[in-house]
Nanobody, 123 residues
Framework: QVQLVESGGGWVQTGGSLNLSCVAS???????IGWFRQAPGKEREFVAA????????YYGEAFKGRFAVSRDNAKNTAYLQMTNLKPEDTAVYSC?????????????????WGQGTQVTVSS
C-alpha cells in the first residue's frame, strides 16, 4: 500500500513554469507513478508516467516537450516539471501509483491516488 500527497500547484501566467511534487509513504520504489489532470467539466486525462525504477517515461501528446516526469526513490518522491504553461493547462493535477514496474497510461490501472493540487494558468 502507498499514500500520496501532491504539492507545488498554484497560479502562474501564460508561459510560466511550475514544479509539482508527489511524496509517498510505503514501498514507493515498487510502484509506477502516473500524473493525471482534470479540468472542470472534463474527464481525467493522462499527463505523464514513470516506471518504478525511473528508467522510462511516457507522456500524453499534448505534454511532450513541455512537461518532464521524474522520481527519486531515495526520497520517496515523484516530480512533474511543467514549462511553457497555457491557460488550457488549468486543472487539478494528481499523482497515482500502480503496482507495476512498467508505467501504464490507463488511469484504471492505478490503485492509489493523491488528493490533487490545483494549477491555474492565467492569460
Amino acid at each position: 500500500q502507498v499514500q500520496l500527497v501532491e504539492s507545488g500547484g498554484g497560479w502562474v501566467q501564460t508561459g510560466g513554469s511550475l514544479n509539482l511534487s508527489c511524496v509517498a509513504s510505503g514501498r514507493f520504489s515498487e510502484y509506477a507513478i502516473g500524473w493525471f489532470r482534470q479540468a472542470p467539466g472534463k474527464e481525467r486525462e493522462f499527463v505523464a508516467a514513470v516506471t518504478s525504477t525511473g528508467g522510462r517515461t511516457y507522456y500524453g501528446e499534448a505534454f511532450k516537450g513541455r512537461f518532464a516526469v521524474s522520481r527519486d526513490n531515495a526520497k520517496n518522491t515523484a516530480y512533474l516539471q511543467m514549462t511553457n504553461l497555457k491557460p488550457e493547462d488549468t486543472a487539478v493535477y494528481s499523482c497515482a501509483a500502480a503496482g507495476f514496474t512498467t508505467a501504464p497510461i490507463d488511469l484504471g490501472r492505478y490503485g492509489y491516488w493523491g488528493q490533487g493540487t490545483q494549477v491555474t494558468v492565467s492569460s
